[in-house]
């Protein structure tokens, strides 16, 4: 055992002093690895955090933590209906103010907007998902009151409405400019009214500026005859941890306080964006691993030309009487001191690239101005240090190395030691 120790002991010493000789080789080969790595770093931080920035983003301005429904509601909220209703909104709120969580009430509904020419550029109509706000309570669940551009938020009883800002602009809306609202009340009944611009908004959410028609719940409540009924209650938690196990006594509660309704999370109400999210990811992990073979192979063509070109050193190691076990394992220390250093070199760049990206990010807005590109992000990219990764970069560069170093390794040495003493 102690014999065997020490020949290891010398074919790593033997694969090292190898990779001091070879210096420009090894850098070569390293840099290669490095680069892919530094790669797979800086994309995978910048993914996972634009993802858990989405998730805030969601949370924060569109869905809250979980939100009560009707029943019926969910499968018909493409139609945003509002004869699906929560009918006893006060008693839910107070028994989930009894329990210290936080909630807001909210009328949604799709309701046509209509514009005319003078004052705005031309006149049109666009469907919307407007909504009902109780603004006192509506703060505790979203973080809208400090996202204002300009203007104010509408003051209850006030035919007044704010609008997102993506929306403003492709209207050409300013403050005082007013907005015909035409959509059904709960009874089915059509139902016009006029309401003032007060306030356009800007958030970090794509989906809330190009879309938001906020006016007061009380307005809403009178024109739709919703009689005290709203469309749907939204809860904000603490933290975003294991929403199930938070839910868990939520549902519980609704079933006995109100069986008519249902609780869902912020996972269900956004579905659709997760979706397309994990879709992007896999998207984006498909070029990386393409980035990763590239430098993968350019390791195997570099490992294969060294052996090529070390046959003679080859012959002479087994001519001195080693085995092709000791001369595969003495290539396969170089190739893993190659990968170490390649993995070492690539997290050292990749925390310089994340260390900015992380403060700073990058700001897309003069590249997609007002356009959504899928996640909930308006215009800043940042990433998060994402530490398990930084781990498997070492362990990837340094297994990946010496795997790779196999097959050529096992290639040489099927050539016969007269024929590897012979090369030139």
Do not use: H
Request: aromatic share 10%; with cysteine.
């Amino acid at each position: 055992m102690a014999k065997a120790k020490l020949r290891m002991g010398y074919l790593f010493s033997f694969a090292v002093k190898n990779l001091m000789r070879y210096k420009k080789r090894t850098l070569i080969t390293a840099s290669a690895i490095a680069y892919g790595l530094l790669m797979f770093l800086l994309i995978d931080g910048m993914l996972t955090g634009a993802d858990k920035e989405s998730e805030r983003n969601l949370i924060w301005y569109e869905t809250g933590s979980a939100r009560i429904y009707n029943k019926e509601y969910w499968e018909n909220r493409e139609n945003v209906p509002v004869k699906y209703t929560i009918d006893n909104p006060d008693e839910i709120m107070k028994a989930l103010d009894d329990r210290n969580i936080k909630a807001a009430p909210r009328i949604t509904f799709g309701a046509e907007m209509i514009i005319y020419e003078d004052p705005y550029p031309e006149s049109g109509n666009k469907f919307v998902r407007a909504v009902g706000v109780d603004l006192d309570k509506d703060s505790q669940v979203f973080q809208l009151q400090d996202k204002l551009d300009e203007g104010r938020f509408p003051k209850a009883g006030e035919f007044e409405v704010v609008i997102g800002s993506w929306l403003a602009k492709d209207l050409g809306a300013e403050l005082g400019y007013p907005i015909t609202v035409s959509t059904r009340s709960k009874n089915g009944f059509i139902q016009t009214f006029d309401v003032e611009i007060v306030g356009i908004l800007t958030t970090p959410n794509p989906i809330v500026n190009k879309s938001t028609l906020m006016m007061p719940i009380d307005i809403v409540d009178e024109m739709l005859l919703m009689e005290g009924s709203v469309t749907e209650i939204n809860m904000a938690f603490s933290e975003i941890g294991d929403i199930d196990k938070q839910l868990a006594p939520i549902q519980k509660l609704i079933a006995d306080v109100s069986p008519s309704n249902e609780v869902l999370s912020w996972k269900i109400l956004g579905a659709d964006y997760l979706a397309i999210a994990s879709a992007k990811r896999e998207g984006t992990s498909s070029i990386i691993g393409l980035v990763f073979l590239i430098a993968l192979i350019g390791i195997s063509n570099t490992m294969l030309m060294s052996l090529f070109e070390r046959r003679r050193e080859i012959g002479t190691m087994r001519a001195l009487g080693m085995t092709d076990f000791e001369v595969m394992i003495s290539f396969l220390f170089e190739a893993g001191g190659i990968g170490l250093l390649g993995g070492i070199l690539g997290v050292i760049l990749g925390i310089g690239a994340n260390f900015y990206m992380v403060n700073y990010g990058i700001d897309f807005t003069s590249l997609i101005g007002d356009m959504d590109i899928g996640y909930r992000i308006a215009t800043v990219f940042k990433s998060i240090w994402v530490i398990p990764s930084y781990f498997l970069s070492v362990l990837m560069g340094f297994g990946l190395s010496v795997l790779i170093a196999i097959l050529p390794t096992r290639k040489a040495l099927k050539v016969s030691i007269t024929e590897c003493l012979r090369a030139e």
